[in-house]
């Protein structure tokens, strides 16, 4: 498990909780890793709904490490993408990925 040994199981919780709320450290990018597994299916009917189409722009609000971004862009021609994410570090290993 990616949280360190705690002495009890409310710290365990309190510790998986706020690396859901917002991703840090090495930590985080684990559950960033687990949430684009766990996030998979929701995130592909999403894009089926939204019927991407050329000249489109998308915004997405907590876009965590962006493992999506990549292929909504490529679902058409000249795709506009803009991403938040609340934890900067999903920000910067998206950042650090890309470049």
């Known amino acids: 498990m990616f949280v360190a040994i705690m002495e009890n199981e409310e710290d365990q919780l309190k510790a998986i909780a706020a690396q859901l709320r917002k991703p840090t450290g090495m ?7 687990m949430m684009n597994h766990g996030n998979l ?10 019927q991407i ?3 489109d722009s998308i915004l997405e609000i907590g876009m965590g490490n962006g493992y999506f ?4 862009i490529e679902c058409a021609e000249r795709v506009s993408y803009t991403g938040f994410d609340y934890s900067s570090d999903m ?3 998206l950042k650090a990925e890309r470049s």
């Open 27 to 33: 930590d985080g990018v684990e559950v960033g890793k």
């Open 41 to 50: 299916n929701i995130n592909l009917a999403a894009m089926d709904s939204l």
């Open 53 to 55: 189409k050329q000249d």
């Open 69 to 72: 971004a990549c292929q909504m």
């Open 91 to 93: 920000v910067m290993g």
